[in-house]
C-alpha cells in the first residue's frame, strides 16, 4: 500500500488548511485511517484517527479544531485543520493500518506563522 499525502502550506495563525491522502496499489480492506505529527526537534504524535464505519476520534490538542473524514470507495482520508495555531507546525503523515499491517505516507508541511 502506498499513501500519498498533499494540501500542506504556510498559513497565518488562525487560518485553515485541508489535508489529503490517497491510498494506492494493494488496498484490499482498509481499517484505521489516522494522522499524526512531527514538530522540529520533537517526535511524531498522533493527532486523529477514524474507524472504517468513520467514527473519528481525536488528541486533546486538535479536539474541535480539527475534522478527520474518510472516502472508503476512493480510501481517501483527509484532515481539515481550522484554527490553526503556531503549535500546529509540523510535518503531517497519514497512517493506515490493513490486515494487522501499518503504512506510512511520506508526509506534508504545515507551517503557521504568528
Known amino acids: 500500500v502506498q499513501l500519498q499525502a498533499s494540501g500542506g502550506g504556510l498559513v497565518k495563525e488562525g487560518g485553515s488548511l485541508r489535508l489529503s491522502c490517497v491510498a494506492s496499489?494493494?488496498?484490499?480492506?482498509?481499517?484505521?485511517m489516522s494522522w499524526f505529527r512531527q514538530a522540529p526537534g520533537k517526535e511524531r504524535e498522533w493527532v486523529a484517527i477514524?474507524?472504517?464505519?468513520?467514527?473519528?476520534t481525536y488528541a486533546d490538542s486538535v479536539k474541535g479544531r480539527f475534522t478527520i473524514s474518510r472516502d472508503n470507495a476512493k480510501n481517501t482520508v483527509s484532515l481539515q485543520m481550522n484554527s490553526l495555531k503556531p503549535e500546529d507546525t509540523a510535518v503531517y503523515y497519514c497512517?493506515?493500518?490493513?490486515?494487522?499491517?501499518?503504512?506510512w505516507g511520506h508526509g506534508t508541511k504545515v507551517t503557521v506563522s504568528s
Open positions: 497512517n493506515v493500518v490493513q490486515l494487522l499491517m501499518s503504512y
Open positions: 496499489g494493494s488496498v484490499l480492506s482498509i481499517t484505521s
Open positions: 477514524i474507524t472504517r464505519s468513520g467514527r473519528p
